[in-house]
């Protein structure tokens, strides 16, 4: 089992940034491929950006490259999101996921319960 609890949501103006963090307990986690998502009100949960656990190669959805960037400190078992220049759709509760295949765009296994970014225009 693994356990994945987010953080660092909250509000900002646009163009403003964030930085979410998503601890994860249980096992193995440098094994895991992490992912995050974000569900805005009245949309389906749609995918951000997904980073396998060997070699660290990340995966991103077209509407953050060059925004978002993911990391992962495996001695901490944690997992980031470095958002910048963030726009009002980004508005949405952000959730870290976990699998232990080799598939980003797949499906997760495990999932934390949220953190709520709301970006003002």
């Known amino acids: 089992q693994v356990q994945l609890v987010e953080s660092g949501g909250g509000l900002v103006q646009a163009g403003g940034s964030l930085r979410l963090s998503c601890a994860a307990s249980?096992?193995?986690?440098?094994?895991?491929?992490m992912g995050w998502f974000r569900k805005a009100p009245g949309k389906e949960r749609e995918f951000v950006v997904a980073?396998?656990?060997?070699?660290?190669?990340?995966d991103y959805a077209d509407s953050v490259k060059g925004r978002f960037t993911i990391s992962r400190d495996n001695t901490k078992d944690r997992l980031y999101l470095q958002m910048n220049s963030l726009k009002p759709e980004a508005t949405a509760v952000y959730y870290c996921?976990?699998?232990?295949?080799?598939?980003?765009?797949?499906?997760?296994?495990?999932w934390g319960r949220g953190t709520q970014v709301t970006v003002s225009s």
């Open positions: 996921a976990a699998q232990y295949r080799v598939d980003p765009l797949g499906e997760y296994d495990y």
């Open positions: 980073m396998i656990w060997i070699p660290s190669m990340t």
């Open positions: 249980g096992r193995a986690f440098s094994r895991l491929t």
